[in-house]
């Protein structure tokens, strides 16, 4: 008896690697197989392009907002200032204290007490509506997009002499490090004939970009004293910002947090601020991979069409195969190999041409600006200032292995029916 090949023996690739290749006789076939290949290398290439652009604009994202925002804000549920008066404050007295139990919290990073007003800011005859930040130098220092802005201006360690604002806020004023602006606040000090507003004049002494378009518009910090002074909060805060080790499991501390400040505490953390729209990208996501999955598989479907006319076109070498002892195993895994060369070789194609599109995004984003005449990113509506990619191996990974499943599957079916071919009925008319 005669012993039986291996499966993908060397032999096998040889022929399925001629066939493949086969352009005389066989020219439709390999027009179809360049489709094939080209359709899953476009394929690939766009779904790791897609996935490493959305991993980066949510990592940019998320960035920005624990980068510039307290992860945790410690806010006190009103409380009466004196009993029986039916005034009621949300003011933290003793927020010195609350913030020293909750600095002892282990994985907490830092906490600061802050104080949180809105004023209007203007320079000459210009003028703008600011979110201004109470705060001590030594936490504005602990803010990571603040106190290490690649495109800040001034030095921070003169904090304590002025105010530090943001670029695009500046930018709108004409406000240079060194100018000095006016704040104007309408709950200034109170006397018998009522609230006046309180004018003061500040120096910027820093200018910061905190990566995000919103925060550079509104955002302005003065030293926590002043701000304690200007907006009526003499010995008192109106938060704690606290920062954790893992901003992405900030639910972890909330009870711990909550326990220290003690009765009263109300807690909002910045996944209650932008969690919603997280959520939604994370749809995003599944869908463009649905969509881009899909088109995957209809370039793979080209892989059957190719196989289907190999099969009819190579059926008078099938018959001689099997009359020399080819098992229809061995026919098999033949056309089964010359449909996995295209998804191998389409896969791979596609995964270098993905790869080199995340990593040059810079580059193709200025050119397709230039193209456009610029405008196609605008800051103002999606918050960063620019398209970031982030490669992922989990997403590579999820690409390739799609890929490479699909080409396989639909190669089955046309290697099953060549393989089943009677080689009696291959070659009665040869």
Same mark, same amino acid.
């Given at each position: @008896?005669?012993? /039986?090949?291996?499966?993908? *023996? ?15 006789? !066989? ?8 489709? %094939? ?20 604009? /949510?990592? !940019? ?8 925002? =307290? ?19 949300? $003011? ?17 990073? *830092?906490?600061? =007490? ?16 600011? &979110? ?11 803010? #990571? ?12 360690? &003169? ?9 695009? @806020? ?21 006397? #018998? ?16 970009? +905190? ?10 910090? @003065? ?22 080790? &893992? #901003? ?27 969690? *919603? ?6 749809? !995003? ?9 899909? $088109?995957?598989?209809?370039? %793979? ?22 009359? @020399?002892?080819? *098992? ?11 449909? +996995? ?20 995004? &810079? %580059? ?15 800051? %103002? ?6 398209? #970031?990619?982030? $490669? ?39």
């Amino acid at each position: @008896m005669a012993a /039986r090949t291996a499966p993908f *023996s060397r032999f096998e690739f040889v022929i399925a690697w001629r066939y493949l290749r086969a352009r005389r006789a !066989e020219g439709g076939v390999s027009v179809m197989t360049w489709i %094939s290949l080209i359709g899953i290398t476009l394929g690939v290439a766009a779904l790791i392009a897609t996935l490493a652009v959305r991993a980066g604009f /949510r990592a !940019e994202f998320v960035g920005t907002i624990v980068g510039s925002n =307290p992860q945790i804000t410690v806010y006190s549920a009103p409380t009466e200032v004196v009993e029986g008066s039916g005034v009621y404050s949300r $003011l933290i007295r003793d927020y010195a204290e609350r913030t020293e139990r909750i600095k002892a919290i282990p994985g907490v990073v *830092s906490a600061a =007490p802050a104080v949180r007003g809105q004023a209007m800011v203007s320079f000459g005859e210009r003028s703008n509506v600011a &979110d201004v930040y109470g705060l001590a130098l030594s936490d504005l220092k602990n803010i #990571p997009n603040i106190a290490h802005s690649d495109d800040a201006q001034g030095d921070i360690d &003169d904090f304590g002499e002025g105010i530090a604002m943001g670029i695009g @806020m500046a930018r709108d004023l004409g406000v240079s490090v060194g100018d000095t602006i006016k704040l104007i606040s309408p709950n200034g000090a109170k006397t #018998p004939l009522g609230t006046s507003p309180r004018v003061n004049a500040y120096k910027v002494v820093y200018i910061f970009s +905190a990566g995000r378009y919103d925060i550079d518009q509104t955002r302005l910090y @003065m030293p926590f004293r002043e701000a304690q002074s200007y907006f009526n909060r003499e010995g008192g805060a109106d938060e704690i910002d606290v920062d954790v080790t &893992d #901003p992405e499991k900030v639910e972890n501390w909330e009870t711990a947090i909550s326990d220290a400040s003690g009765p009263g505490t109300l807690l909002w953390t910045w996944k209650d601020a932008s969690g *919603s729209f997280l959520r939604a990208l994370t749809v !995003e996501d599944n869908v463009m991979f649905i969509i881009l999955s899909i $088109l995957v598989l209809i370039a %793979s479907m080209n892989i059957t069409s190719g196989l289907i006319m190999l099969v009819k076109n190579k059926g008078r070498d099938i018959g001689i195969l099997r009359t @020399m002892g080819l *098992s229809q195993g061995s026919i098999l895994r033949v056309f089964f190999l010359c449909g +996995a060369f295209t998804g191998v070789i389409g896969t791979l194609a596609g995964l270098t041409l993905g790869v080199l599109f995340a990593l040059n995004i &810079d %580059s193709i984003m200025s050119f397709v600006n230039w193209l456009n005449g610029g405008g196609v990113w605008d800051p %103002s509506i999606r918050g960063i200032y620019y398209l #970031p990619a982030k $490669l992922q191996l989990w997403d590579v990974i999820k690409a390739v292995s799609l890929s490479l499943v699909l080409s396989f599957v639909v190669t089955i079916f046309p290697a099953r029916r060549a393989a089943r071919m009677n080689p009696v009925e291959a070659l009665r008319y040869e």
